[in-house]
């Protein structure tokens, strides 16, 4: 069965940058897609980024293009986000999914599409 960790939370300045890390044990990587998730204080979790199992594709919410970056490493059996220009809205638990459903190709950004999740870090972005 596959578990996933995230680290790499913090607190970082408005404008800074962050690198999470989400590492899977129990099963490799490689058969899965990966999405990493946000979920601000006091509202639903929402899609944020994720990479098709292949490693060919990626999708973004409009909010994080251009500043978030997920990488695979099948190798490491890890997944990275990396996050620059961060935003005080940007705070929240960032938790890391994966799914195996949809294809080689494909990535989602809709929660209901994963079955495996880990138990988040929190990012604190200050103004």
């Known amino acids: 069965q596959l578990q996933l960790v995230e680290s790499g939370g913090g607190v970082v300045q408005a404008g800074g940058s962050l690198n999470l890390s989400c590492t899977a044990s129990g099963l490799t990587l490689d058969r899965y897609a990966i999405g990493w998730f946000h979920q601000p204080p006091g509202y639903a979790r929402e899609g944020s980024i994720c990479?098709?199992?292949?490693?060919?594709?990626?999708d973004a919410a409009d909010s994080v293009k251009g500043r978030f970056t997920i990488i695979r490493d099948n190798a490491r059996n890890t997944a990275y986000l990396q996050m620059n220009s961060l935003e005080p809205e940007d705070t929240g638990i960032y938790y890391c999914a994966a799914e195996r459903f949809y294809g080689d190709q494909y990535c989602g950004l809709i929660d209901v599409q994963y079955d495996t999740w880990g138990h988040g870090t929190q990012v604190t972005v200050s103004s």
């Open positions: 990479i098709s199992r292949s490693g060919g594709n990626t």
